[in-house]
Nanobody
Framework: QVQLVESGGGLVQAGGSLRLSCAAS????????MGWFRQAPGKDREFVAG????????YYADFVEGRFTISRDNGKNTVYLQMSSLRLEDMAVYYC?????????????????WGQGTQVTVSS
């Protein structure tokens, strides 16, 4: 089993940057693909970015447009989401998730474990 704890959210001005972190418990972290999702008020949860078990494959939602970078450090059991050029529409609760498949997927249904989320607020 994997427990996930996100951190790094907060208030940032439009155009600014934030780095989210997701710390995982358990010695099997390196086997899991990891994903970041987000959910804004009144909207469905949506995929943001994903990374395979060894970091060899990364993939992003179209709306990212090169502004975000997902990475992982298996030695630290942590996955990151570096976000830059933040927009008002990026404001949401961001969740990390773990998928035992290892290769990763854009579907939230395939992720078995979820963190509690971290709030990202973007001001104009």
């Amino acid at each position: 089993q994997v427990q996930l704890v996100e951190s790094g959210g907060g208030l940032v001005q439009a155009g600014g940057s934030l780095r989210l972190s997701c710390a995982a418990s358990g010695r099997t972290f390196a086997r899991y693909a990891m994903g970041w999702f987000r959910q804004a008020p009144g909207k469905d949860r949506e995929f943001v970015a994903g990374i395979s078990w060894n970091g060899g494959r990364t993939y992003y939602a179209d709306f990212v447009e090169g502004r975000f970078t997902i990475s992982r450090d298996n030695g630290k059991n942590t996955v990151y989401l570096q976000m830059s050029s933040l927009r008002l529409e990026d404001m949401a609760v961001y969740y990390c998730a773990a998928d035992s498949n290892g290769l990763g997927t854009r579907s939230s249904l395939d992720y078995e474990y979820w963190g509690q989320g971290t709030q990202v607020t973007v001001s104009s």
